[in-house]
């Protein structure tokens, strides 16, 4: 049953521009499109989930899905929306950062089916590696014009910019190869359609144009627009650099917070975006959430939605725990139930300090761990007074004077979280 993608996509805001007679084509019958992904790194970040998505809504609307893992690509680099050139990778590189790359692409697509329209994996390193130069400027090269080339905006910023460097052959002729890449597929999986972020729409059309002047044929475009945040700070970034799909490299609980806290007009765009809600249900989430914002509803739903689709239900659920110890109610038990990494995610920035495990071994008294040996407090007698006003917690739970801080107070056999009041936290690092 092919559903109409084009449509689908329009309403989720997902459309920039479609190629005359691409919505007609996709209605026919099941047609493959294709996207690439750049293979630099073993782990796609959430700039690359826009593509997934894509791929992900073309297969659900009943079309075959190829992702394209750029190989050759990787070892050239890509100038749109670049102001520098990239590092280049060797095979076994590149090879490695394919295979993670398609299992994480696995949360999205379907390859292992026996469906018509199950998701195929390429890499353009294998049909580029045996095409010595000289067969591609004369097979390929002759057939696009240099002031065509240079007419495409990718080329035309990195020429007319100020930066000293300029722009290299190698990168001049990425838009032939990507061209290539779509003639190729075209050829060997009948893929009429690429798809990519608007910023590859003169890249694409190269391919089109290979198509129409090689093989008398017609390929289509069909773009998405450049994601960006209401605040104009850029999407997919923190502190910390990429937000990154790969949990060794991104934590689910970090990846949990960067949606949860999202804008308010950021999550009701990102909730079209980057979940597999209907229509009906994303209008009945935004119009709850308007009507109580407090409460954060769609940042919560999105946050649950994507890191489910990208980690785990369990990793989820922790994620939401992990929050809570902030800002809900909490016990020592759920403290205990965090893993080291989430711990660390959590309680991120605040200040800790370092004691033997000898001084916990016979009980470390309270007054001691707040001020002499841990630190949180300036002294012994401002240490009494904040006990005897009932505000300070070890692992969120109430303490008084003579309490002493055990092995059995451990989280992960390492940490003791004090606390005073509501905000004020202070972790012991037993070393």
């Given at each position: 049953?092919?559903k109409?993608?084009?449509?689908?996509?329009?309403?989720?805001?997902?459309?920039?521009?479609?190629?005359?007679?691409?919505?007609?084509?996709?209605?026919?019958?099941m047609?493959?499109?294709?996207?690439?992904?750049?293979?630099?790194?073993?782990?796609?970040?959430?700039?690359?989930?826009?593509?997934?998505?894509?791929?992900?809504?073309?297969?659900?609307?009943?079309?075959?899905?190829?992702?394209?893992?750029?190989?050759?690509?990787?070892?050239?680099?890509d100038?749109?929306?670049k102001?520098?050139?990239?590092?280049?990778?060797?095979?076994?590189?590149?090879?490695?950062?394919?295979?993670?790359?398609?299992?994480?692409?696995?949360?999205?697509?379907?390859?292992?089916g026996?469906?018509?329209?199950?998701?195929?994996?390429?890499n353009?390193?294998?049909?580029?590696?045996?095409?010595?130069?000289?067969?591609?400027?004369?097979?390929?090269?002759?057939?696009?014009?240099?002031?065509?080339?240079?007419?495409?905006?990718?080329?035309?910023?990195?020429?007319?910019?100020?930066?000293?460097?300029?722009?290299?052959?190698?990168?001049?002729?990425?838009?032939?190869?990507?061209?290539?890449?779509?003639?190729?597929?075209?050829?060997?999986?009948?893929?009429?359609?690429?798809?990519?972020?608007?910023?590859?729409?003169?890249?694409?059309?190269?391919?089109?144009?290979?198509?129409?002047?090689?093989?008398?044929?017609?390929?289509?475009?069909?773009?998405?627009?450049?994601?960006?945040?209401?605040?104009?700070?850029?999407?997919?970034?923190?502190?910390?650099g990429?937000?990154?799909?790969?949990?060794?490299?991104?934590?689910?609980?970090?990846f949990?917070?960067?949606?949860?806290?999202?804008?308010?007009?950021?999550?009701?765009?990102?909730?079209?975006?980057?979940?597999?809600?209907?229509?009906?249900?994303?209008?009945?989430?935004?119009?709850?959430?308007?009507?109580?914002p407090?409460?954060r509803?769609?940042?919560?739903?999105?946050?649950?939605?994507?890191?489910?689709?990208?980690?785990?239900?369990?990793?989820?659920?922790?994620?939401?725990k992990?929050?809570?110890?902030?800002?809900?109610?909490?016990?020592?038990?759920?403290?205990?139930?965090?893993?080291?990494?989430?711990?660390?995610?959590?309680?991120?920035?605040v200040?800790?300090?370092?004691?033997e495990?000898?001084?916990?071994?016979?009980?470390?008294?309270?007054?001691?761990?707040?001020?002499?040996?841990?630190?949180?407090?300036?002294?012994?007698?401002?240490?009494?007074?904040?006990?005897?006003?009932?505000?300070?917690?070890?692992?969120?739970?109430?303490?008084?004077?003579?309490?002493?801080?055990?092995?059995?107070?451990?989280?992960?056999?390492?940490?003791?979280?004090?606390?005073?009041?509501?905000?004020?936290?202070?972790?012991?690092?037993?070393?």
């Amino acid at each position: 049953m092919i559903k109409n993608f084009v449509e689908e996509l329009t309403w989720r805001g997902m459309i920039h521009t479609v190629m005359p007679g691409a919505e007609e084509h996709l209605m026919e019958s099941m047609r493959s499109a294709y996207v690439g992904f750049d293979p630099t790194a073993d782990s796609l970040h959430i700039g690359n989930l826009v593509p997934i998505m894509l791929l992900a809504h073309y297969q659900r609307c009943g079309h075959r899905p190829v992702a394209l893992v750029g190989g050759a690509t990787g070892m050239i680099g890509d100038p749109s929306g670049k102001s520098n050139e990239r590092n280049l990778l060797d095979e076994n590189t590149l090879r490695h950062n394919q295979e993670a790359i398609k299992n994480q692409l696995a949360h999205f697509l379907d390859f292992e089916g026996d469906a018509q329209n199950s998701a195929i994996l390429v890499n353009n390193y294998d049909w580029m590696k045996d095409i010595s130069f000289l067969e591609f400027i004369r097979d390929v090269g002759k057939h696009i014009t240099v002031n065509y080339m240079m007419a495409k905006d990718s080329v035309k910023n990195r020429i007319s910019s100020d930066s000293t460097e300029g722009m290299s052959f190698t990168e001049f002729t990425y838009q032939l190869v990507q061209g290539y890449d779509f003639l190729h597929l075209y050829k060997e999986k009948d893929c009429t359609i690429q798809m990519g972020g608007s910023d590859q729409w003169g890249n694409i059309t190269t391919g089109t144009e290979l198509i129409r002047r090689i093989d008398s044929g017609k390929g289509y475009a069909i773009t998405c627009p450049l994601i960006t945040k209401s605040d104009g700070s850029k999407f997919g970034k923190s502190e910390g650099g990429n937000i990154w799909l790969d949990a060794n490299r991104t934590s689910p609980y970090k990846f949990y917070q960067y949606w949860l806290n999202s804008s308010d007009e950021d999550a009701e765009k990102y909730i079209k975006i980057f979940t597999f809600l209907n229509e009906d249900d994303i209008n009945t989430l935004i119009k709850e959430h308007n009507e109580a914002p407090h409460l954060r509803i769609l940042q919560k739903r999105l946050a649950e939605e994507i890191t489910v689709l990208v980690h785990s239900y369990e990793d989820v659920n922790n994620a939401i725990k992990a929050s809570n110890i902030l800002f809900g109610k909490s016990t020592s038990d759920d403290l205990k139930q965090l893993n080291e990494q989430t711990f660390l995610d959590v309680f991120d920035g605040v200040p800790q300090t370092q004691i033997e495990q000898s001084d916990i071994e016979n009980g470390l008294d309270i007054i001691a761990a707040l001020a002499e040996k841990g630190g949180f407090l300036k002294s012994n007698g401002e240490a009494r007074r904040a006990l005897k006003e009932n505000s300070i917690s070890v692992n969120k739970e109430k303490v008084k004077e003579g309490y002493n801080i055990t092995s059995n107070d451990l989280i992960n056999n390492k940490f003791v979280l004090l606390q005073r009041g509501k905000k004020n936290y202070f972790v012991l690092q037993i070393v």
